[in-house]
């Protein structure tokens, strides 16, 4: 009895550390980057956010 008692706290020890750090994870996979580029509407090439002037078709672009 003593055995199975002690079996019973390890595993369910064991089940609460995976499972914290398995929601550890998730929440660290979810979180997304913020975008560093965007399109020109003009020519539809990637352009810097920061960016005033498509390096591409040199149009004007609006500020994001």
Known sequence: VNTVINFLIVA???FFLIRA???SKREQEAAPAAPTT?????CVSTVSLKAS???NCTSELTPA
Not at 38 to 42: A, D, G, H, L
Request: with cysteine.
């Open 21 to 23: 750090i398995n929601k």
């Open 53 to 55: 002037r498509c390096p």
């Open 12 to 14: 369910a020890a064991i």
């Open 38 to 42: 965007r399109e020109c509407p003009f």
